[in-house]
């Protein structure tokens, strides 16, 4: 499974995995001089273990110790990794490396500057390859990355472009046609209801699923940039306005005219999700994810095609994220974690997270999965916006507090958007006052 917004739902405790024999009797210590034999590094990564991420990374940790005579301590703690490492900043006991999806790095350890600036790595030459970090990892990607300052606090290996996803085999006028405009969409979407299919599923418990809609209406609408700036702005001065407005009943719309899935409003994920997998709806707006989440519970024969969210105004972005390697300031062993980080990014270990993992990374020589490809040529061939604008990552308290709360009610046709700019307009300032900052 992909990383998603939602808490996992799996507190099992984190497993850990020595991946050498005998390492409990040689671990080093920080200040051990000795060769690269007798050194080590910690991984708190964010895959449980039986995910095709952790296989596909233990498999890359053992060849690594093999390789390089450095020691791993891997725990696969899952999608709370960050949240134990916030705890761990306090004690001596921190990891050297940790993964996760780009904007929870940032908002954990970039702003108050806990992260180890990677830049050198992208100088790090790629053990049997003659190729550098920086030379297979393409620059569209350092907007993810990058923090304020100019440094890299994250070293990405993975790559999720958002996109609508549909069956082509039900949908053979849509994979021939796919629309680009919001019109075009809609005229789909009233095609598909009058014929009696639901056109959008949606789990609508999942309040950042909701706010990809909304979320990337705004900055299709507005440009890129155009929602994180609204938000970014203390005294709330941007929301009543025409273009917003727009948006906003496109997006309120959408409830108006039944076209979410029934029960959308009130279901427990993954059940509409599944729905769509078994053709009881039409689109799903999701992460490249989607295929291999929904893959065992799909309709015989479901063809998976997706194509980029339609335009409202110019912007034809796709919305994307990355899953990378981070290093915390504080870690005792930066240099074995960074060389493991080079190590992964050689072409035959990384092309796992595809052909095992089902997913897309960064590298464009790597082979990527059938079911990808629409989604991957989006990727190489449009510009790249952030999910959600960017406000997931930057302005996370305000997003989960007021905006999505509110995105809800919108969506399931609690409030027009007159009553979202008015209500969303006052939240923002009340909520900006009390963070002085």
């Known amino acids: 499974m992909q990383m998603r917004y939602r808490r996992r739902r799996n507190k099992a405790a984190a497993l850990m995995l020595t991946v050498t024999l005998g390492l409990f009797g040689s671990a080093c210590s920080a200040d051990d001089s000795g060769g690269d034999s007798a050194q080590e590094f910690t991984y708190w990564s964010m895959w449980q273990e039986k995910e095709p991420q952790a296989k596909v990374l233990a498999k890359a940790l053992a060849d690594f110790e093999k390789e390089s005579g450095i020691k791993v301590k891997v725990e696969w703690q899952g999608r709370d990794n960050v949240t134990k490492l916030l705890a761990a900043l306090r004690t001596d006991n921190v990891p050297d490396l940790i993964d996760q999806q780009y904007f929870t790095v940032s908002n954990a350890i ?29 620059k569209k990607y350092d907007q993810f990355t990058t923090a304020a300052n100019g440094a890299q606090f994250l070293i990405p290996y993975e790559v999720i472009g958002y996109s609508i996803w549909y069956n082509a085999k039900t949908l053979p006028d849509v994979a021939s046609n796919p629309p680009k405009t919001w019109q075009e969409f809609t005229d789909v979407l009233a095609k598909s209801k009058a014929s009696g299919r639901n056109p959008i599923a ?21 440009g890129t940039g155009g929602f994180y700036k609204l938000v970014s702005d203390k005294q709330a001065s941007g929301w009543d306005n025409a273009d917003v407005r727009n948006a906003l009943a496109a997006i309120a719309d959408l409830a108006k005219q039944g076209y979410f899935i029934p029960g959308y409003d009130s279901s427990k994920f993954p059940a509409i999700q599944t729905k769509w997998a078994q053709n009881q709806a039409d689109f799903l707006y999701m992460g490249s994810w989607a295929p291999t989440e929904t ?126 700019i008015a209500q969303i307009t006052t939240g923002q300032r009340d909520f900006w006052a009390g963070h002085h900052s």
């Open 295 to 420: 893959e065992t519970l799909a309709a015989p024969g479901f063809e998976y095609r997706s194509f980029n969210f339609p335009m409202l105004g110019n912007d034809d972005s796709l919305p994307a994220s990355v899953i990378g390697f981070a290093i915390p300031k504080s870690a005792g062993h930066a240099e074995e974690a960074q060389k493991f980080i080079a190590h992964f990014l050689h072409k035959e270990r990384l092309s796992k997270i595809s052909s095992e993992a089902n997913n897309l990374t960064p590298r464009s020589d790597v082979e990527v999965p059938k079911q990808l490809a629409d989604v991957n040529a989006l990727l190489q061939e449009k510009n790249l916006s952030k999910i959600t604008d960017g406000v997931l990552g930057d302005f996370s308290d305000f997003d989960k507090k007021v905006f999505q709360p509110l995105n809800l009610k919108l969506m399931t046709g609690k409030v027009t958007p007159d009553e979202f």
């Open 202 to 222: 949606l789990d609508g418990d999942i309040a950042g699923y909701a706010e990809f809609w909304t979320a990337t209406a705004l900055a299709r609408t507005l």
């Open 110 to 138: 970039v702003k108050n500057d806990q992260f180890k600036d990677l830049s050198d790595v992208h100088k790090m030459e790629i053990p049997g390859e003659s190729k550098t970090v920086r030379q297979v990892i393409p």
